[in-house]
Every structure is written in C-alpha cells, then in structure tokens.
C-alpha cells in the first residue's frame, strides 16, 4: 500500500525555505522524497524551489486556488485545490497533505483511512462556522461534540476520495465569511460531513507545539507565533536567508532544539557540491 507525502505552498520566499527544509527532513527522517505543489507559479519559481529539484526532489507548478467565487483572496484555499491536483499526476494509494511548516523526526506509522492531526483550538460552535452550515443544510447536531472533525494537517487521505473532498473542501470555503484564518479547517469538516465520509483523528503531530515543550508525536508543526523560535521572523526574501544560520539556544530533546538542528542539517546538506 503507496503513500505518497504532499506538501501545499505558495511561489514567495517564505514558503520556499518552509518547503526546502520539510524536503530535507522527509528525505533524511522517513526516507521518502515529498512531492511539493507550488500555486501561483505563473511566475518564475522562486529560487529555493530550484534548489530542492537539484537535490532530487519533485516540484509541480500549479494556477492559484486563492480566489473564493466571490472574489476574495484567501491563500489556504490553495491546499484543497493542491489535493485535487495531486489526484490528477499520482498514482499512490494514500495521500499524506502537508504545510510547508512542518517537521519528521521520524517515519511514521501511516494507517490507511482518511485522518487528521486532532487541533485543541477548534470550535464548531462559533457563529461563523454555524452560518456556514445553516447555509449548506447541516444541522448543528452533524458537527458538534464531533472531536474527529477538530483537525488539520497532516491529512492521510486516500487518492480515490481525494478529487471529490478537494472539490467539496472548495465549496465548503465558498460558504464562509472570510473572518478567521483557520476557514479552511472547518470548512474540511463541513466536507466530510456533507459527503458522509468517516474521518478519524490520527496522532501524527501529537498535542505539543510549543517550542520549549518535547514533542510527543513523530512529526512537528512549528505554526504558533509568538513563541522561542517564530518562522514569521523569515518572511521577507531578505529574512527568509538569515532562516539557515539556525541562531538560538534551545534546550535539548524540546522542539526548538529539533528544529535548529535540522536548519543546520540542511544547510549543509543543500550545500554539497553538484547540489
């Protein structure tokens, strides 16, 4: 049984850099290379993506799936259209959707069944949430006290569902005010629900995201701000290079630590000659 690991991004530096080091710790920690799908390539890739290709990895272009069909732009829209792309090239049995923001430390047990990483924070019981689900027809009963449904990346889903749960995740989005950043989360539940799949949590990332805590799964998401350790002090072109000096200390076995380590990895590692 295939599983295939997937990563959405963006065509920007910030992404970039997110996107060459998660291609380096799935290379060196599960001795997988991830497939990575850039929206917005129209223009030039940014350099970065060259980069990861002349160490062996796989780089699609893709067209924007920002836009809603109202108009607004909201980027993590991008993530269901790169599930939907993804359907179209591969041919493995299971998907496993990623952000660029995240980490192995090592392979992990994949188990075969449509999942997600359990996210403390959600709450289908905001107004923004429940407007949406009126609109669609899904009663409040369908989606609330669901603890499945509170998830996000990683996402291990099977390639044969993946077209119609991307399309789906799409109009899903469209439903929404543009209030909260994490629509497309919710919006991922209101898919499954409406498509009457079965979904279930899987213990990927575990429950620590902070930096100063031990990580307790076999992958890390580093996406909290405000933290130790922030990836949005790199988000210009000009931060986005300081990422690789890896300055900080960090506690040893906490997740700072781990990801400092694998900066300084990587940098070594795209720096070999003929790389």
Request: one cysteine or more.
């Amino acid at each position: 049984m295939g599983f295939r690991i997937i990563v959405s991004a963006e065509n920007n530096a910030y992404m970039a850099w997110q996107c060459k080091l998660f291609h380096y710790s799935c290379v060196s920690r599960v001795g997988l290379t991830p497939t990575i799908f850039v929206h917005d390539s129209g223009h030039h890739w940014h350099p970065s993506f060259h980069d990861i290709v002349r160490a062996g990895g796989h780089v699609h272009g893709l067209r924007s799936y920002a836009y809603t069909s109202a108009g607004d732009l909201y980027q993590p829209r991008n993530t269901p259209g790169t599930l939907i792309e993804a359907t179209n090239i591969l041919r493995d049995d299971y998907l496993v959707l990623c952000d660029p923001d995240m980490l192995f430390l090592r392979r992990p047990n994949f188990e075969p069944a449509l999942s997600g990483s359990f996210y403390s924070g959600m709450d289908y019981n905001k107004e923004v949430v429940l407007s949406a689900s009126s609109r669609l027809g899904i009663p409040p009963e369908e989606i609330l006290n669901r603890p499945e449904l509170r998830c996000g990346v990683p996402h291990v889903i099977p390639i044969e569902a993946g077209r119609l749960l991307g399309q789906t995740w799409l109009k899903m989005i469209d439903q929404f005010a543009l209030t909260i950043w994490e629509v497309s989360m919710y919006a991922l539940g209101l898919a499954v629900t409406h498509l009457k799949m079965p979904i279930r949590l899987n213990s990927l990332v575990g429950r620590e995201y902070r930096m100063a805590s031990k990580p307790d799964g076999d992958m890390i998401h580093y996406c909290y701000s405000r933290d130790l350790w922030d990836k949005r002090l790199f988000y210009t072109e000009e931060a986005a290079r300081r990422v690789w000096a890896a300055q900080g200390e960090a506690p040893e076995g906490t997740i700072m630590a781990e990801i400092l380590q694998q900066l300084r990895e990587a940098r070594d590692f795209y720096s070999r000659p003929g790389v």
